[in-house]
Structures are given as structure tokens and as C-alpha cells.
């Protein structure tokens, strides 16, 4: 009775569901989102340190016949601050498999009090212990070398140890493919399976192996890790794939199982899962270019090499935009997960409803993503301009970026970061609000400018690092100027086919960049004023039309981040002006005398009017 089941062999279960297609998969949000560098948390025998800590949570959780553990109740246990505390179960919220969990749907200012299941945030510590898959050599570095940057004057004050530092050497590296990540972290679990499984059981009265239990409740708290199917949350219920709680009668306990039973059983699984996953690589490794795996090279730097493909994990890959617009819509996206991978020199626009999104290895691009409801992280960009709606935001090992934000948890900054800005939220587009309902982002609750930063070095990196520099806290982001604040402007392409009702930024502006934003808003208003009511002859208004398209060319190249239509009409005429010395042509206007103006290619253009609008 106590020996591994096995799926094919019971006759009460014919299990449909567990077969040679339906394959064990890690569930990769908490791989990807749910890594904390807390050095109090990176525990060198998590089993050893996670017993005793379970016990004295249990003795302590708000609630004894649900052992839920509050954020007072965590801090204490860990010795951490209250904020780290809160920091544990905000992460933990935007992760955790079970949606009808009280924390997923507790407000904001309520997750403290409402606290995780023991069961879940012992999970959750556990694999802070995780170390990430190391950045992969990219198989054609002469082609990846046309579209990557070149070497920032910031490099030489890197220490030589650094993430982003590894990411940008002269061999450049690039996010592990998906089924080397899936095969990393299934040998984790393997390795560490019996340890997770024996602090989900319960004692009984026996000896060996066989005194530990594990109930159908606590089985599904596996679900936190793992996974059947491909369709991540909408997958197969992890108590429906077992054989042995398969057919449990809804309306009576369903008998624990011996642990070992359940060891054994998921060793076979993910034993099975690797011996595909490794097939599949030796086919791709072995095989033509273009598989169907999300290892894609990029083929030159022009839209063609584009690619933006879904994956069977329920993500949708772009992947190699560069030098182009490149827009999704929520009718093009059929899955709940975005990456944007390696994208340079273009403006990207995700104007959907997403649980998670990721922005990784990206430069000299403008990226707006729609509404994220669980996570973001951006990691490894430079001169990246971000524009997100979200719960929660992770920045790691960027540098020269800047984030307008609308975010209902502090931003979270890591790694090795250099001259990160912030700012309030700056867009819209007519679905936007709904979208943010959709995935419950909350307008009122926006701070964008609570940067929280931890550590410079991040522990689950898998690289060695100077003794004392795990110590040491991530450089934060300032926040921009408000007079360099401007609106960003969506275009709506697709005009009556996704009517919404969204008309303006959701987000409330603070004082300060609301004030310049009427300023701006005034000064441009004036200027059309001005030049509609002068006159001006027909040669000047060629001369005046030909210096102003060579001035917004030549501003365009020394601002390469704000491409195209998507400049803010006001700060693009304000800037025009500025460079133009329009206030010569205002003063003409009141009586003083025309100016000249060099072009860069040394002519000099003489104006005496301005130009009608």
C-alpha cells in the first residue's frame, strides 16, 4: 500500500489526466519574480534553519486553525525590519499559485495584517537559496554586435565581479533559453524535493520514513513550485495529477499519504521532465536554427529578425525589435506573460491586460507596457525609457534609465545600477483603465517616488563575489526634475476597433509636475498663437519650414530615446523653439528686428516673421 503508485497501473483510475504528453513543469514565477536579496533570507541549510522557524511561526500565526503569518509575526521570527517584513508578503502575494488566497485579493494597506499561509511563505523561503542560471554566450556574437551598444564610460568603474558588468564583457551574454532555465530548475527541485515535501508533512505516531504524512492540503501547497500542464494557473489542480488523491470524494477528508509515496512519484515526474527537456535541447543543438524553443539568434539589426512568439508556457516572447515601432494589442496577446528580450533603437508599445512582464537586455528604446498585475522586472537595460501601470516593479542592474511609474507597491531596486531616474506615470491609451481593473491595479495609489533598494550584489546570481560586498546597498533612483517632465503621446493606430473609455492618465500628478505640465501646455499654446497671428512671405515660410525640420533632426539624433510619434507634441515644439531661438521671431513681433539663426551645415538663414500655424 506504502509503495509508489503508479499512474498507468490503478484500475479505479484509468488517470486520463497523467500520461506520456501531460509533463511536470516548474511553475517559473517564483523562479523569475519571487527572489529576494535579504541576506537574512539566503539560509546555507534551509532545512535546518526553516524546521524550528516553522514551529515558532506556528505557535505565533494570527490564526491557529489556518496558520496564517502576519507581517509583526515575520519580522519578529526572522529578525528583520517591519519593512523587509511587508517587502516578503508583497512578493510572495504577486507569486503564489492560489488565487482565491486572502493575500493575492487583500488591499494594499491590508496585506500585513492579512498575512501568508505558513505553508506558502515556508516555500517561499525555502528557495531564496535558488541560484539563478549564469548568462549564456550568444551563438552568433558578430551579428548581436551591429545592434548591442557600445561600451558605456561607466564600465571602467564597475567592479570587475559585477552582474551587469558579466552581461556586457566583450563576450557578450544573453538570458539563458527557456529550456535551459526549465531544466536548471527542475534539478533544484529534484535535489531539494525531499527537503520541501518533509516540511509540508505532518508527524505521526511510527517510526522512519514512513512517521511523516502528507494531506491533500498540504500536496496542494506543491502547487506554489510545481505544475501539470502548460497553461500555467489554468493547468491541471496538482491533487487531480496524483493518482493517489485522484479520486477523493469531495465530501469526505481524503486520506493522507506517506511522504515517501509522494517523493517518489514526483521524483519519477521530474525525472521524466528532464529526459524530454534534454532531448529537446540536443535536437536544437543538433538541428537547424529556428526551433521551437525561444533560443532565437538575431539575424541583423532590422525588423526582419523579429521575434515574437508564444511560448507552450503560457508567454509570449519579442524578442530582437530593432530600429522600429513594434506594437501589441490585448486581441494579439493570448497569454498572460510578456518578455521583451534584447530589443535596441525602438519604440515598443504592449497595450494589454499581463500578469507578468519582463524587460531584459534592452538599450536606447522607449517600452510601454499596458497593465501588469502581478509583477515586472526590468533588468541588464541602459538608456531604456520605461513606461508601466503596475502592482510592483523590479529594476535590476540597469543603468541610465528612466521610469514613469504607476504602481501601487514600492519600487524595488537591486543590483548594480547607475543613474536610474523616476516619475510619475505620463500616459494613456482608451482601454487603459480598463485593463488596470482587469488586473487589479488601483489608480488612487501610485508611489512611483518610494524607491526601496537593497542589495548591490544579488545572492542568487550563481557568481563568487568579494568578501563584504554582499553588504553593500544598490545605488536607488533619483527623481526627475519636473521641468523635464513631459506627456507621452500613444498613437491610436487601430481608431474604432478597441473603443475604450479612458480619455486621460488615470494617475493623479503631484503638484510640482502637474504646475510645468501646465506651463508647458501654456507656452505651446502661445507660441501657436503668436505664429498663426504673423504674417510671413512665401520664401520665408520654405525657409522657416526647411530650419525647423533640420533643427528636430538634428535634436532628434542627441535624443534618440524619444523616437517618432511618440514625443509629446508640446515638448517637441518647445524644444524646436528653444533651439530656434523663436523668442527672437516673439520679439520681432513686438517690434524688434529679425535674427539669424546657423544651420549645421553652416549656412545662416535670416528670419523676419513667423510662420503661420
Avoid at 511553475?27 to 541576506?39: K, M, N, Y
Avoid at 491586460?353 to 507596457?369: H, Q
Avoid at 510671413?536 to 520654405?542: A, M, S, V
Amino acid at each position: 500500500m506504502n509503495d509508489p503508485m503508479e499512474p498507468s497501473t490503478s484500475k479505479s483510475d484509468p488517470n486520463p489526466i497523467i500520461g506520456p504528453i501531460t509533463l511536470l513543469h516548474p511553475r517559473r514565477e517564483p523562479f523569475e519574480h519571487g527572489l529576494l536579496p535579504i541576506q537574512k533570507l539566503i539560509f546555507t541549510d534551509p532545512l535546518q534553519a526553516l524546521i524550528p522557524l516553522k514551529q515558532k511561526l506556528s505557535s505565533s500565526s494570527s490564526s491557529s486553525s489556518t496558520h496564517r503569518v502576519n507581517s509583526d509575526a515575520l519580522a519578529d521570527a526572522l529578525q528583520i525590519s517591519s519593512e523587509h517584513a511587508r517587502l516578503i508578503l508583497d512578493t510572495l502575494a504577486s507569486v503564489i499559485h492560489s488565487e482565491p488566497d486572502p493575500l493575492v485579493n487583500a488591499h494594499p494597506d491590508d496585506v500585513g495584517s492579512v498575512g501568508s499561509d505558513l505553508r506558502d511563505l515556508i516555500l517561499f523561503l525555502y528557495i531564496q537559496s535558488y541560484k539563478r542560471l549564469l548568462p549564456r554566450s550568444h551563438k552568433d556574437s558578430a551579428a548581436v554586435a551591429d545592434v548591442w551598444p557600445s561600451t558605456s564610460a561607466f564600465d571602467g568603474y564597475l567592479s570587475a565581479l559585477s552582474p551587469l558588468q558579466l552581461v556586457r564583457s566583450n563576450t557578450r551574454r544573453f538570458m539563458p533559453s527557456q529550456a535551459d532555465e526549465e531544466a536548471h530548475q527542475l534539478s533544484y527541485l529534484q535535489k531539494h524535493l525531499a527537503n520541501i515535501i518533509s516540511l509540508l508533512s505532518e508527524p505521526v505516531e511510527g517510526e522512519g520514513e514512513e512517521s511523516l504524512v502528507l494531506t491533500m492540503e498540504g500536496f496542494e501547497h506543491l502547487g506554489f513550485l510545481i505544475q501539470f500542464g502548460d497553461k500555467g494557473s489554468e493547468g491541471i489542480p496538482l491533487s487531480q495529477a496524483a493518482p493517489f488523491f485522484a479520486n477523493s470524494d469531495p465530501d469526505m477528508p481524503a486520506v493522507p499519504v506517506p511522504a515517501s509515496q509522494v517523493l517518489d512519484w514526483l521524483l519519477e515526474n521530474i525525472a521524466s521532465s528532464l529526459e524530454h527537456i534534454t532531448d529537446k535541447i540536443s535536437a536544437k543543438e543538433n538541428g537547424p536554427q529556428g526551433g521551437s524553443d525561444q533560443d532565437v539568434a538575431m539575424a541583423d539589426a532590422s525588423s526582419s529578425s523579429v521575434r515574437a512568439s508564444p511560448s507552450a508556457r503560457n508567454c509570449c516572447f519579442i524578442e530582437g525589435v530593432s530600429k522600429s515601432s513594434y506594437v501589441k494589442q490585448a486581441s494579439d496577446l493570448k497569454h498572460s506573460s510578456v518578455k521583451v528580450i534584447n530589443c535596441h533603437d525602438s519604440v515598443i508599445y504592449i497595450l494589454a491586460p499581463l500578469r507578468y512582464a519582463t524587460i531584459y537586455g534592452c538599450s536606447d528604446a522607449t517600452i510601454v507596457l499596458g497593465a501588469v498585475g502581478k509583477a515586472v522586472r526590468v533588468e541588464h537595460c541602459e538608456r531604456v525609457h520605461v513606461i508601466i501601470a503596475a502592482k510592483r516593479v523590479c529594476i535590476a542592474n540597469c543603468r541610465e534609465c528612466l521610469f514613469f511609474l504607476g504602481v501601487n507597491q514600492r519600487p524595488l531596486v537591486v543590483g548594480d545600477n547607475h543613474k536610474l531616474q523616476v516619475a510619475p506615470y505620463n500616459t494613456f491609451y482608451s482601454q487603459l483603465e480598463e485593463h488596470m481593473t482587469e488586473v487589479g491595479i488601483q489608480a488612487t495609489m501610485n508611489r512611483w517616488d518610494e524607491p526601496l533598494a537593497l542589495g548591490a550584489v544579488d545572492p542568487h546570481d550563481s557568481l563568487s563575489h568579494p568578501a563584504g560586498v554582499s553588504d553593500a546597498q544598490a545605488e536607488s533612483a533619483a527623481q526627475l526634475d519636473p521641468d523635464q517632465f513631459t506627456n507621452f503621446l500613444i498613437p491610436n493606430w487601430f481608431e474604432g476597433e478597441s473603443a475604450g473609455s479612458t480619455k486621460d492618465n488615470p494617475f493623479p500628478l503631484p503638484d510640482a509636475y502637474l504646475k510645468s505640465q501646465l506651463r508647458n501646455q501654456k507656452n505651446l499654446s502661445e507660441i501657436k498663437q503668436i505664429l498663426r497671428e504673423a504674417p510671413l512671405e512665401e520664401n520665408r515660410k520654405r525657409e522657416l519650414s526647411c530650419a525647423l525640420h533640420v533643427y528636430f533632426k538634428d535634436w532628434l539624433y542627441g535624443n534618440p530615446l524619444s523616437l517618432l510619434p511618440v514625443i509629446y507634441v508640446s515638448y517637441t515644439v518647445y524644444k524646436v523653439i528653444e533651439t530656434l531661438r523663436l523668442d527672437g521671431m516673439i520679439r520681432q513681433v513686438y517690434g524688434f528686428n529679425s535674427f539669424s539663426s546657423p544651420l549645421p551645415d553652416g549656412r545662416v538663414i535670416s528670419v523676419g516673421g513667423q510662420e503661420t500655424s
